[in-house]
């Protein structure tokens, strides 16, 4: 290899005096061969710059092989405006197509993708850079029109600079146009991910190219609503590193995932494989005995349930379901580690799952914020609690958590407001809900995740009110009254079956789950293949109505839950 000494950039493009056979890497200047370079996926394999690809080398990489079959449409007026800048908008289409070879910015048609059916939607930036007019906006709404006929899911790969000037009005309002379309998937329960490619901006990237179920950013992408001149230009202000780069809106909370070009593919496979729809299960054969009371005393159960080697939900998503894609971000600020969320499976059903997250290593529970979520953490799960219910998923959760984070940046974003709307959202949420508390359960950060039609407690969990140390501080005068105060609360799973607030205890091997965390994996998947089974079988007005008079039986009148058979639970 040899580096190109002269160069000049424009619009992410490098101008050199490349030989034949050779291509000048845009992102590093590097002269690279460019029949090794499109056995790389177009990818530089010296900075990984990830090259601009045409609509039809992009269809060719995500498809399986032979399946892709282009649909066509009624075409749109091609110059409602009658347009002249310095050449007539028919000259600049006409020479679009001849420099692309496609007769428009989008390519539409029906594929496989890892053996499933999907509508498919692939902009070509070389075609006057992705631009939406009418005969784009047409043909991505033709081809939600399409995914909604034949009850499929539909992928989009966005590549835009966004509306197209020349076609004036007509081209701002395609956006809604588009938009209407995506809601009538998102109505019809019909997945849609969008795949943000390099350049995404302006009006498709504030239309169909983030309103897709699941985004997709592709590694180094530039996505957003105005370009980095023009902000600069206009508010006059230094940008920050990154910015509008797919990492960044990962980051902020504003996509689902970034992925390699490489990884796109297997990913658009597992996504379309967990949504899909999926015939009955039967349900598991499972023993149900009672679990013989803990003999912890309540304070040793608190420092049972807060033991660094304890599973944790990272752990417990590894070993008791069988696959999990994460999601990223609350589509407004940020993603908050301390709460890890995404789309499951688990014996032959998908799911989604919502699990806060301590780590174990110092470095790890620090990154995590030690399992306190942010207003963002809470709004990430409400974001897909919503997904789940859209595409008729349960929801399992699983707590761990000493409390939502205090400070004043979660009071500053609402944290107070956050809880409270999940915990409603969850209420009535017309899917089941499983809640799992797997070590600590403090306060109303954790009860979040607990407003659900079944709640697991493992055997050495607990849920409470206010921290022992803070109940002891306030009533006792003192923290180190904490034992006296974990008792008076009655902390553990014993208390939690006797009331019949814990609908289950699940056990934990003999010292504890960290132990034998395979053990306590088992124990707990079988937990919930149960609990899925039955509430499965229930209609969504029967589950509703179960849910509300499990909830307004929670000390009311006296009536405890364990007088209608609260359920514990062991290994078989």
């Known amino acids: ?223 957003g609503f105005a370009g980095p001149r023009v902000v600069q230009e206009t508010i006059r202000t230094t940008l920050p590193a990154g910015f509008q780069t797919a990492e960044f809106l990962l980051g902020h909370g504003l996509v689902d995932r970034v992925e390699t070009r490489a990884e796109i593919r297997p990913l658009l496979a597992r996504l379309i494989a967990l949504h899909a729809p999926r015939p009955d299960v039967e349900p598991p054969p499972t023993v149900r005995r009672p679990v013989p009371p803990t003999r912890l005393d309540p304070w040793e159960v608190v420092r049972m349930a807060r033991m660094t080697e304890r599973p944790t939900a990272v752990d417990y998503l590894r070993t008791v379901f069988d696959d999990f894609v994460e999601l990223h971000g609350d589509r407004a600020f940020a993603d908050d580690p301390a709460l890890v969320g995404g789309v499951a499976s688990i014996g032959g059903r998908s799911v989604v799952v919502l699990g806060q997250e301590k780590g174990h290593t110092v470095g790890e529970r620090v990154a995590r914020n030690f399992g306190m979520p942010h207003p963002e953490g809470y709004r990430k799960a409400m974001r897909l609690l919503g997904h789940a219910e859209t595409y008729g998923l349960p929801v399992i959760t699983l707590v761990d958590t000493p409390g939502a984070h205090p400070g004043p940046e979660a009071e500053e974003r609402g944290q107070s407001h956050a809880i409270a709307e999940i915990i409603m959202r969850s209420s009535r949420l017309r899917v089941p809900v499983i809640a799992v508390v797997t070590g600590e359960g403090g306060s109303g950060g954790a009860l979040a995740l607990c407003t659900s039609d079944r709640l697991l407690v493992l055997e050495n969990a607990y849920l409470s009110v206010i921290s022992p140390e803070g109940c002891a501080a306030i009533l006792w005068r003192t923290a180190t009254a904490a034992p006296a105060a974990a008792r008076a609360m009655r902390l553990g799973a ?23 965390p395979a053990a306590a994996a088992d124990a707990l998947r079988e937990a919930l293949l149960a609990d899925l089974a039955e509430l499965s079988a229930l209609d969504v007005d029967a589950l509703l109505e179960a849910r509300a008079r499990r909830l307004a039986r929670i000390g009311g009148d006296g009536a405890l839950f364990h007088a209608s058979g609260p359920t514990s639970l062991q290994r078989s």
């Open 1 to 223: 290899m040899t580096r190109t000494m002269t160069r000049a950039v424009h619009n992410g493009a490098v101008a050199s005096s490349a030989p034949a056979g050779w291509v000048s890497c845009p992102g590093c200047g590097w002269l690279l061969y460019r029949k090794r370079l499109e056995r790389n996926l177009s990818v530089c394999p010296e900075c990984d710059h990830h090259l601009q690809l045409g609509a039809r080398a992009r269809i060719e990489l995500l498809v399986d092989p032979g399946s892709f079959s282009e649909t066509t449409f009624a075409p749109a007026p091609r110059d409602p405006l009658d347009f002249t800048d310095l050449r007539r908008y028919p000259e600049r289409l006409r020479e679009a197509a001849q420099r692309s070879g496609e007769s428009e910015a989008v390519v539409v048609g029906t594929a496989r993708i890892g053996g499933a059916d999907v509508v498919l939607a692939v902009m070509d930036f070389g075609f006057l850079g992705g631009s939406m007019g009418l005969e784009v906006g047409g043909r991505v709404s033709g081809a939600a029109g399409l995914a909604l006929d034949l009850g499929l899911p539909l992928v989009t790969v966005c590549a835009s600079g966004g509306a197209r000037m020349q076609e004036g009005v007509f081209s701002l309002f395609q956006m809604a146009r588009v938009s209407e379309s995506f809601a009538r998937l998102r109505e019809a329960g019909l997945l849609t991910v969008c795949v943000l490619t390099d350049p995404t901006y302006g009006g498709v990237s504030a239309s169909f190219a983030t309103l897709g179920s699941i985004l997709v950013g592709e590694r180094g992408a530039h996505v």
């Open 494 to 516: 014993t208390h939690l079956q006797a009331t019949g607030i814990a609908t289950a205890v699940v056990p934990e091997p003999p010292g504890g789950a960290h132990t034998d």
